[in-house]
């Protein structure tokens, strides 16, 4: 069984609050789940204490087991220092596409002409 560390969504509409559940990956996002390890508000400040509670040990202990966070709870996870997120760097996909390259060097070639 695949399981997955993810949010579950709760809260009223326009006021999201999400559980931090170890889930099936098969099953529903908002569906059974296996345990609840924390919440999720991101509704309040940055700052506050109360936006992200979780237990860090029963996180870790199912890390251990095998469960894969989602990127979004790897990212809360990493906050409280339970995991690491893996640097994202992809300098390809940052550059100009072809055409936008193309019109780039025809104005750089002008600029020099001139």
């Given at each position: 069984?695949?399981?997955?560390?993810?949010?579950?969504?709760?809260?009223?509409?326009?006021?999201?609050?999400?559980?931090?559940?170890?889930?099936?990956?098969r099953?529903?996002?908002?569906?059974?789940f296996?345990?609840?390890?924390?919440?999720?508000?991101?509704l309040?400040?940055?700052?506050?204490?109360?936006?992200?509670?979780?237990?860090?040990?029963?996180?870790?202990?199912?890390?251990?087991?095998?469960?894969?966070?989602?990127?979004?709870?790897?990212?809360?996870?990493?906050?409280?220092g339970?995991?690491?997120?893996?640097?994202?760097?992809?300098?390809?996909?940052?550059?100009?596409k072809?055409?936008?390259?193309?019109?780039?060097?025809?104005?750089?070639?002008?600029?020099?002409?001139?």
């Amino acid at each position: 069984m695949a399981l997955k560390i993810r949010l579950a969504r709760w809260g009223a509409k326009k006021r999201p609050f999400y559980r931090i559940v170890v889930a099936d990956a098969r099953a529903p996002r908002d569906g059974r789940f296996v345990e609840k390890i924390g919440t999720f508000d991101p509704l309040k400040p940055a700052e506050d204490t109360a936006r992200l509670v979780l237990d860090a040990e029963k996180a870790k202990d199912w890390i251990s087991k095998g469960a894969q966070p989602t990127d979004r709870v790897l990212r809360l996870l990493a906050s409280v220092g339970v995991g690491e997120r893996p640097a994202r760097n992809n300098p390809v996909k940052a550059q100009p596409k072809k055409k936008a390259q193309e019109r780039a060097a025809a104005e750089a070639a002008k600029a020099e002409a001139a």
